[in-house]
C-alpha cells in the first residue's frame, strides 16, 4: 500500500513541476517577445484597445488547423508565418 502511495505521490509532484515549469517558459516568451510592452500600450492608449486582439495559443492553434504544414505563408528571422481561418 505504500509503494502504491509514493508513487502517486511522485507523480501528482510530477505534474506539479510540470505545470510550473510550463507556466515560467510563457511568461518568459510573453516578456522577452514584447507581451509587456503591448499591455503597456494597451492600458495608456483606449483607441488600440478597441483596435487590437489577442488570442490564446489555444485559440492560434484552432485556426491554424494545428499549425499545419498547408498553411504556412512563409518563414523569416522572425518565425514561421500562417495562414489562420477563424471561427467567425
Do not use: P, W
Amino acid at each position: 500500500m505504500g509503494l502504491v502511495f509514493s508513487t502517486m505521490l511522485v507523480y501528482a509532484l510530477y505534474k506539479v513541476i510540470k505545470k510550473t515549469k510550463s507556466k515560467r517558459l510563457k511568461e518568459r516568451f510573453f516578456k522577452r517577445n514584447g507581451g509587456l510592452l503591448l499591455k503597456q500600450q494597451q492600458a495608456t492608449n483606449i483607441h488600440l484597445v478597441e483596435k487590437t486582439i489577442l488570442f490564446s495559443s489555444n485559440e492560434l492553434e484552432k485556426a491554424t488547423n494545428h499549425f499545419n504544414e498547408n498553411r504556412i505563408l512563409g518563414r523569416g528571422g522572425q518565425g514561421t508565418v500562417y495562414k489562420g481561418m477563424l471561427t467567425d
